[in-house]
């Protein structure tokens, strides 16, 4: 999910509702089919088809016949078909079958971003890494407008030699050396690329060199993707009513198989369901044997739970930058408060303020011509309540945001002069209101400001922790950009006729996650030989948890953010290219956690991908697993686990320990130095957790170990969570 994207495809709709009729007709569903290869000597597709009520042809138009969708290869050994209850019951009796999942829906959770991230041209990690030249990225996202400039193939060489992928371009311009790879993998296609969030994220990542960006004349600069010379290639899985989990595995099976190095995925859904029912977390982890990072958004859900938590994937929050299209309100009495806007109009006069506080607000001459104080909520997007607005006869708008909401607004082109607030400006104006009885106001249109030492600030919708599914793991990971990012869009939002490129500014962890997925390219393309675990837990370890003012990051409601809101916290690119030491983590490392988590020996099966025994597998406690953070739930046991470090920075190293132990804990670390006196040397240490007083049940605290020279800092956070 994103905020102010609309979908517009008439025709895929159509398409969508005959399936879904035909379906209801033949009281058939779609389910995901998990099957066992090392139970039938057949070939896969034989042994796939082997399991329906017909060995003839699957596609068929006949009406008894179900029909298989997708046959997966790499994510998992499986099939998505249409099958009707008394077929699945059937499957369960044939030899290898697994299990069936009925599908699932999963929902969709720049120019200045780039430099806020420290990365300039001709310097740093964008130089060393050459633009991430020779890294593919694959996202699995929505359609992508292949004709846009930032796909254009200027300065690209050829795509890497072990690339397998194809260029489905029905109709769009065919690949380049930029955009390498199109796959389709939706029931049937859209005519049109009316949804903009994949050429949006596909940009964010990876776009080329645009100049002459911008959005109603703000936000002007050249763009750029994070990694703007990597390799892109498209996996479609989303339309406009969704994206089926049956089209998602398609998409990160085949990437898996076209030889991609990043994954890009910004949807999801299902945040408190077990990873082995989540065909992103079993996609991510077959990716991640292959050597593939997969960078997720953590979701839009705020505090309501989050998506994506699984310890192989780099879950990713959002936050704000230092750039603002700006406009002021000045009350009567004087007073100033800035907001926010996508648009710019000309300063108003002094006009009477008014709050009609109903919506729609009245069509008469207690409106019209006047500033209208509207607060947001009620299912009526920004945008549209301005347009009622307008059409009532309001001459501006302020739109106050709501608590939850807090300070987080939005850069939205309204159709009137209008200024978005945040929650506790919103109180002022309120206060303002009720201290006159001739309230007036003039406004006034600042355009594009950069600075402002608060940024970045949590986002109020950016999904936290702790995850469901896993509490011992610290989630998210990180954050970074996702609030009012600048990235390339199919359609001009300006109604321009020329052949200018158009350009949108839209929010949601959906934005965030690809800006990671570009820091993982520069990495990729920087340190060939890390592996998945490396490159993030390089990224982990070296992010900064101070904003520009040098004060501790801040959520959306201006109080110093927790682990659960940041993980470790803000994206530092240059830093992440040298971060000393790393925690890194094998695929196999993953099955004794896997284990401890008390699945079954077939849910841990459709993880990893073959048969595990956990009773002869020795388990580990989530808080075991080698990752770069810690995630204590605690009852009055002490709690001692042991980490492994790799030393990637500088031969004869030595590191000591600074401790910042959570409120009620005592955090000891033992040896309290570690000595590295080769590049690629391991050390291990322990850390013991003693909790020290009573603490309210389920409440949580906060620390951090850093191990340091002069020249590297290495951090780790602690999350504490009481449970009793």
């Known amino acids: 999910m994103i905020f102010n994207m609309g979908f517009t495809s008439f025709l895929f709709i159509i398409c969508i509702l005959n399936l879904n009729q035909f379906l209801k007709a033949e009281n058939l569903g779609v389910y995901i089919v998990y099957v066992d290869p090392a139970q039938s000597s057949d070939n896969l597709e034989t042994f796939y088809d082997s399991f329906l009520p017909t060995t003839s042809n699957v596609t068929s138009n006949s ?42 829906m999963l929902h969709l959770h720049t120019t200045h971003s780039p430099n806020f991230l420290g990365l300039n041209q001709n310097t740093g990690l964008w ?19 292949a004709s846009h400039p930032s796909f254009s193939d200027a300065g690209m060489p050829p ?56 959005f109603f004349g703000n936000a002007n600069g050249t ?15 989303c339309g406009p009513l969704g994206c089926p989990n049956t089209a998602v595995a398609d998409a990160i099976d085949a990437a898996i198989g076209d030889g991609v190095d990043i994954i890009s995925i910004s949807l999801g859904g299902g945040s408190r369901r077990g990873f082995s029912d989540v065909v992103i977390a079993v996609g991510a982890y077959r990716a991640m044997q292959k050597g593939i990072v997969v960078s997720c958004s953590a979701g839009n859900n705020g505090k309501s739970g989050l998506a994506n938590g699984a310890p192989w994937i780099m879950t990713v929050g959002a936050s704000t930058m230092d750039r603002k ?47 209208v104080v509207c607060e947001y909520g009620g299912g009526v997007s920004r945008i549209n309540i301005g347009e009622v607005v307008k059409s009532a006869g309001g001459a501006a708008m302020i739109l106050l945001n709501t608590q939850d909401l807090g300070d987080t607004t939005f850069d939205d082109p309204h159709v009137l002069p209008a200024l978005e607030i945040g929650y506790a400006d919103g109180l002022k104006i309120k206060a303002y209101l009720n201290s006159t009885s ?91 030989d890390w592996s998945p675990a490396v490159i993030k837990s390089a990224i982990m370890t070296t992010a900064y948890q101070v904003n520009l003012k040098g004060n501790p990051i801040e959520d959306e409601q201006l109080q110093p953010a927790t682990v659960f809101d940041i993980g470790s916290g803000h994206v530092n690119p240059s830093r992440a290219d040298d971060p000393g030491l790393v925690y890194d983590i094998l695929p196999d490392d993953y099955i004794p956690y896997v284990c401890g988590l008390n699945y079954t020996n077939q849910q841990v099966g459709i993880i990893v991908g073959r048969n595990v025994d956990c009773s002869k597998q020795k388990s580990i406690p989530e ?14 046991t002490p709690q001692t686990y042991t980490r492994t470090l790799t030393n990637v920075g500088k031969a004869n190293s030595s590191y000591d320990v600074e401790i910042v132990s959570p409120d009620g804990v005592i955090v000891k670390v033992e040896p309290k130095k570690l000595v590295f006196p080769k590049l690629g040397d391991k050390s291990c240490y322990n ?19 850093r191990w340091y020279t002069a020249d590297y800092s290495v951090r780790s956070p602690i999350a504490v969570v009481f449970k009793d």
Not at 64 to 87: M, N, T, V
Not at 178 to 197: D, E
Not at 624 to 636: C, M, R
Not at 692 to 699: D, G, P, Q
Request: aromatic share 8%; proline share 9%; net charge positive.
């Open 438 to 528: 001739n309230p007036t106001a003039t406004l006034s249109f600042k355009g594009t400001v950069f600075g402002g030492g608060r940024a970045p600030v949590v986002a109020a919708f950016s999904s936290r922790g702790p995850s469901v599914p896993s509490p011992g793991i610290l989630k998210p990971d990180i954050i970074g950009p996702g609030v009012n990012i600048l990235a390339a869009w199919p359609v001009s939002l300006e109604n321009r006729t020329d052949t200018k490129p158009a350009f949108n500014i839209i929010s949601g962890t959906s934005m965030s996650c690809p800006h990671l997925s570009g820091v993982a390219a520069l990495l990729k393309s920087a340190h060939p």
């Open 127 to 145: 130089k060393k890494s050459n633009y991430g030249k020779g890294v593919i990225i694959g996202m699995v996202d929505s359609a992508v407008a």
């Open 687 to 705: 850390v013991t957790f003693t909790r020290t007083t009573k603490r309210a049940m389920y409440s949580n605290t906060q620390g951090f170990i």
């Open 623 to 636: 808080a075991q697993l080698n990752y770069p953070s810690f995630s204590i739930i605690f009852g009055s």
């Open 63 to 104: 009406d008894d016949q179900p029909r298989i969708l997708y046959r997966y290869r790499h994510i998992f050994s499986g099939f998505a078909a249409k099958l009707s209850a008394a077929d699945v019951e059937a499957m369960r009796q044939k030899k290898g079958f697994i299990s069936a999942q009925p599908e699932r």
């Open 223 to 237: 763009a750029a993707g994070v990694a703007p010379l990597a390799h892109l290639a498209i996996y479609e899985s």
């Open 325 to 371: 299209i700006t406009a002021t309100l000045v009350l009567g009495n004087g007073e100033e408060i800035e907001g926010e806007t996508g648009k710019g109009f000309p300063s108003t006069e002094k006009l009477e303020l008014v709050y009609p506080r109903q919506f729609p607000p009245p069509k008469d001459d207690s409106v019209r011509g006047k500033i």
């Open 159 to 214: 795509p890497p030699a072990k690339w397998k992928g194809v260029c489905d371009s029905f109709g769009t311009p065919p690949c380049n050396n930029k955009l390498i790879g199109v796959r389709f993998s939706l029931p049937q296609r859209p005519s049109r690329t009316t949804n903009g969030h994949g050429t949006h994220t596909m940009s964010t990542a990876a776009g080329n060199f645009v100049a002459g960006a911008g």
